[in-house]
């Protein structure tokens, strides 16, 4: 689970596909010049009114999680699955993110039964102090409870 905003803390306009499908202008924002050389991409993208965007394919391998470790397991972008929310650290996630994010993590488990609530890790646990994302802003224990609901409710 990561989190991204381009320009920082701007919401809703094209720079995050831009920047995934590598066509940002550089000369629209300054901060842009900051990321220029980056190649970055992510499996999915949910933005903050709950539209669920894919640019990577799930069997496909996404440039998303940078230099990371899970589970004894170096290099996350190799076996994971990217699903970037439009935000930033400190500001709360919507309620359509909530629920589209609870929707798609339930279809990604139910398709690979070996990936359970327990594998649902943010950016910051597979790259710490590197990385913060999804941040302090994130309520963890409500999508745990989602799909615990979920989960429940299928046995």
């Known amino acids: 689970m990561h989190c991204i905003s381009l320009p920082p803390g701007q919401f809703g306009g094209p720079e995050i596909e831009d920047f ?15 990321i220029a050389t980056m190649t970055v ?11 669920l965007m894919q640019f990577v394919s799930l069997l496909d ?14 290099e996350c972008n190799d076996f994971s699955i990217g699903i970037e929310l439009e935000g930033s650290d400190d500001v709360p996630y919507t309620e359509d993110q909530y629920q589209a994010l609870s929707a798609v993590c339930q279809q990604i488990m139910a398709a690979w039964p070996e990936i359970g609530v327990d594998e649902i890790t943010g950016h910051s646990d597979i790259a710490p102090g590197r990385k913060t994302d999804p941040g302090p802003a994130f ?3 409500r999508l745990h409870q989602s799909l615990a609901k979920s989960t429940k409710d299928r046995l």
């Not at 991409?41 to 539209?51: E, F």
């Not at 940078?66 to 397991?73: K, L, T, V």
């Open 20 to 34: 995934f499908c590598n066509r940002l202008d550089i000369k629209a924002h300054p901060y842009f010049q900051t």
């Open 41 to 51: 991409s992510a499996h999915l993208l949910i933005r903050r009114d709950g539209t």
């Open 139 to 141: 309520d963890w224990s």
């Open 61 to 74: 391998r996404a440039w998303h999680a940078g230099r990371s470790r899970f589970c004894g397991q170096d």
